[in-house]
Every structure is written in structure tokens, then in C-alpha cells.
T-cell receptor, first 112, second 113 residues
Framework: GDSVTQMEGPVTLSEEAFLTINCTYT??????LFWYVQYPGEGLQLLLK?????DKGSNKGFEATYRKETTSFHLEKGSVQVSDSAVYFC???????????FGAGTRLAVHP | AAGVIQSPRHLIKEKRETATLKCYPI?????VYWYQQGPGQDPQFLIS???????DKGSIPDRFSAQQFSDYHSELNMSSLELGDSALYFC????????????FGEGSRLTVL
């Protein structure tokens, strides 16, 4: 079945460091791909998305490119801030009724 | 902009009791989803409704049931509660043609003692 695999956390970085969180997927169709962020005690917020191969999603300095050849959607940010500390979930929607399948989540901790 | 509203935000129940969670989707959204997120876990899909009909079903226990009403709000009913049901329950809504973008509520935290 469809699935998402994310790098395990926690990821601990200093402020202004470069961030990469790896995400790969398995899907039978042509899924849309998403990154959701969950701040402490809050719900899930859509960070960015890409709906077809080679699309680049971007928001708040975060970027991810839909790579069909490597079935990947890695999240990157050039300079992280303390306020970026959260749990990041990679997800896919393989069509049908828009059901999202989430990865296990990666906790990011950014220190001053 | 209006968001997905969930109530209650926090709920404490005893084992074997019943709990009901409510979800009010974004206006004009016709699809509602329920997810369960255990401590330190990723959200697991429970069930979804499109135009008041069940559209998909995931890992929802038989003790749980849900429905979507004529005003599009949805309720998740959980009976014979177990300690393992303690989790954050998210509701999300979308437009059927929304390219898979789900909008999540802030969640209802259920604690079973």
C-alpha cells in the first residue's frame, strides 16, 4: 500500500543552520505531496505542497521539490530560527477521497 | 478566515465510558476526516465523509462510530473507552476537488483514566 518514510528525529540545530528533513514515498498512482507542521500543543498546519513531478512547494523559507525519479520530497530551509521548532510531517494523497497518509513525523529543535 | 472548529478541546473520561467529539468544517467544505494521533505518533486516519455519506474508512475500532449531519458538521462517538483511546483526535475538512489539501482543526485531547 501507499506509505511515507521520514528521517527519524529529533533533529537538533543551531539558529541559522541549514535544515534538511528527508522524505520518501511509495504510491501506486501519482500522489500529491505535502509537508505539515505541528507546533507544540497545536493542530496540523499545511506548510507546503506539490501536486506533480518537478513541482517545488515553498512557504516561510521552506522548500521541497517533488522528485518522481527518486520518489522523494525532502524539506529544506536555508537558515532555521528558534520559532521553527516543531514536528514536521510529510504526507501524500494518492487520490480517491483525499485521504492523507502521514509519515512518522520529525521533531526539529532549534537552539539560539 | 473561518477554520475547522472542534469541541471539546479537552475531555477526561473513565474506562468503559462514552465520549462524543464534534467537528464543524470550514463553510462550503463538503468532506470531513477524522484522525487519531497517539502520544508521539503520526496521525492515523479513522474515517471520512463526503456529502454526509461515509466515503472511506481506516483503522477505526468497532467501538467508534461517526456521522456527518445535514449542516455538514460531524460527530465521532466512542463507546466502551479504553486506556489506549487516550489521544489527540483531529478533524479536517476539504473541498472534494481541493487537490488533497486538508485543513485541520486544533484537535480534541481525550484522556481515559
Amino acid at each position: 500500500g501507499d506509505s511515507v518514510t521520514q528521517m527519524e528525529g529529533p533533529v537538533t540545530l543551531s539558529e541559522e543552520a541549514f535544515l534538511t528533513i528527508n522524505c520518501t514515498y511509495t504510491a501506486t498512482g501519482y500522489p500529491s505531496l505535502f509537508w505539515y507542521v505541528q507546533y507544540p500543543g497545536e493542530g496540523l498546519q499545511l506548510l507546503l505542497k506539490a501536486t506533480k513531478a518537478d513541482d517545488k512547494g515553498s512557504n516561510k523559507g521552506f522548500e521541497a521539490t517533488y522528485r518522481k525519479e527518486t520518489t522523494s520530497f525532502h524539506l529544506e530551509k536555508g537558515s532555521v530560527q528558534v520559532s521553527d521548532s516543531a514536528v514536521y510531517f510529510c504526507a501524500l494523497n494518492a487520490g480517491g477521497y483525499n485521504k492523507l497518509i502521514f509519515g512518522a513525523g520529525t521533531r526539529l529543535a532549534v537552539h539560539p | 478566515a473561518a477554520g475547522v472548529i472542534q469541541s471539546p478541546r479537552h475531555l477526561i473520561k473513565e474506562k468503559r465510558e462514552t465520549a462524543t467529539l464534534k467537528c464543524y468544517p470550514i463553510p462550503r467544505h463538503d468532506t470531513v476526516y477524522w484522525y487519531q494521533q497517539g502520544p508521539g505518533q503520526d496521525p492515523q486516519f479513522l474515517i471520512s465523509f463526503y456529502e454526509k455519506m461515509q466515503s472511506d474508512k481506516g483503522s477505526i475500532p468497532d467501538r467508534f462510530s461517526a456521522q456527518q449531519f445535514s449542516d455538514y458538521h460531524s460527530e465521532l462517538n466512542m463507546s466502551s473507552l479504553e486506556l489506549g483511546d487516550s489521544a489527540l483526535y483531529f478533524c479536517a475538512s476539504s473541498l472534494d476537488e481541493g487537490a488533497g489539501e486538508l485543513f485541520f482543526g486544533e484537535g480534541s485531547r481525550l484522556t481515559v483514566l
